[in-house]
Every structure is written in C-alpha cells, then in structure tokens.
Nanobody, 112 residues
C-alpha cells in the first residue's frame, strides 16, 4: 500500500521559513519523480515543485521560484520542501504526490 505522510506544517509570520517533509512507503521510491502541491481555501490544487527520481532535476511554479527548494533523500524515502521568505498567499494545505497517490496534507499558515 502506497503511503505518503506529510508533516512539518504550522503557523509562521510573513518573511519566515518552514520545512515540510513527506515520508513515503509502499513503492519503489527512487524510481519516481515526486511532487509537492498545495491547495488554498476556495482554490484549485496547484503544483508547487517537482523533483526527479535522482534529485538531479527540479521544477518550480513561478510563484515560488527562488524562495522554495525541493529535495529528496532516497536512502530515507523522504521528500522535503524548504520554504523561505514566506508570504500570506503561501497559506494552503501542502500535499506530496506520486503517480495517482496523495498524502493527507499538512497545513501551512503565513500570518501578515
């Protein structure tokens, strides 16, 4: 059974930093790219960042480029999203995603 367990969310002031993590299990982790998505209230879920299976290639949405960094540790089956210079508009539930599977999400709230 594929499981994606996101953690590390919380409340942070604008300009602050936060790191969310995703623990994966139930599949061959290092064979797949992994993505972080987010969904704010009343909005559609959007892709934030993607990391290739070997951690050699990354993609970022324009809204987070230069502020967020995605990385992975294939030895630990973990994916991370380091978020800096956070803005109130970054407030959302953050989900990790692989294939057709979604984690349960972790809430990130940025106060102004």
């Amino acid at each position: 059974e594929v499981q994606l367990q996101a953690s590390g969310g919380g409340v942070v002031q604008a300009g602050g930093s936060l790191r969310v993590s995703c623990a994966a299990s139930g599949f061959s982790f290092d064979d797949y790219a992994i993505a972080w998505f987010r969904q704010a209230p009343g909005q559609e879920r959007e892709a934030v960042a993607v990391v290739s299976k070997g951690d050699e290639t990354t993609y970022y949405a324009d809204t987070v480029k230069g502020r967020f960094t995605i990385s992975r540790d294939n030895a630990k089956n973990m994916v991370y999203l380091e978020m800096n210079s956070l803005k109130p508009e970054d407030t959302a539930v953050y989900y990790c995603h692989v294939l057709r599977y979604w984690g349960q999400g972790t809430q990130v709230t940025v106060s102004s």
